[in-house]
């Protein structure tokens, strides 16, 4: 009747009318969540909420953040029962360099200001902070006492007709390819660094956060595999002309050959940050390294410039950086099951993935910028 009151449904609204736009059930109550549980959507969305309101850490963060406090923790005991003679200071202010990086990012996080940036920042400290504790356990493990792997490794190279020393003086014979090639091959950390820069500006999460689980899990991986059986690569057994070397600017010469098999013998009287290199042959992180940029471009605008400068680094990392052959395919194996792990870690939102490094597919409110 025209003077009676409407219907009324339950929730108070008239009847045949529709649940306002801008009500919000964000107020209604939610179950926990377990952050590594794929069947919730993952670690990554467990925590993106109050990663984006705080300057809380996402669970990809925490990871490699702990794992490098993990890695340090055993640096100091190993060094304590050692006696090792270790440049802390030089470490300290490493990592207190990372502690800024990451203490700003947390800050633009906090205040919601440039949220790329915030990623990009906390990662590329995450990045400075877990290198120094990884190499720095690595140099620890020195000198070695257990017998080495090479020559296994040489015996796998005779078998598939590849031998380091015929390979550096096929490149004497052709030194503009050989000179691009070491640029190559010193671009490699600057390369991880780029792509880190890329991931956080663009507020792709998902891949940025798959790339910190992945780069720890290989780094794990790679300084395990070496304990259990360490190599340090031909250039400690064979002798390249130093004619050869300047020729094609050789980044793992002769003279770096005889400091590995010293080290090898004798360990460092100090370990010092500075004088920090690569020392693992098998397997091969350049290789990890270079997969990783590639795979973790795609579905970006650099991902072809990244294709065509990591082709060539398997040829730059055989030379220049005084490779078997076997560590190539060891640093391959490396990567994907790091990458698995990362993937499994990080699922993303079901139904969103186009990849297997999740290109294009966003997690945690990021979008999906090229």
Known sequence: MGGDSPIRRSDGLPAGRAMPKYVSWSCVPRRPRNPWSACEGGMERAMADDARTGTRLYSAEILALATSGTLFAASLLLATQSQQSVAWGEFILWNAFAAVLIGGGLERRALNTSPGAAHAMISVGLLFNF???????????????????????FRIDRQLGYFWGDFVHFFDRMPGIGV???????????????????????ERQLQLHRFLVAGTVSVCLTLAIWWAAPSIGPSAYYEIPESISDNINLVVDTAYGEELAQLAREGTAT???????????????????????????????LFLPALALNAPMIPATLAHGGHHLSDVFGGLAVFILALAAAVWMLPGPAGRETGAAGAGAPSGGGRNGQ
């Open 131 to 153: 290198g120094s504790s990884a190499a720095l356990l690595n140099y620890l493990l020195f000198p070695i006492e257990r017998e080495m792997i090479d020559p296994l490794l």
């Open 180 to 202: 691009a090639l070491s640029y190559i091959y010193n671009s490699a950390l600057f390369q991880v660094l780029g792509v880190i820069v890329l991931l956080g500006l663009t």
């Open 271 to 301: 370990i010092q940050a500075r004088e920090i290199s690569g020392v693992i042959a098998f397997p091969s992180l350049h290789t990890v390294m270079a997969c990783m940029v590639v795979v973790f471009t795609l579905g970006t605008r």
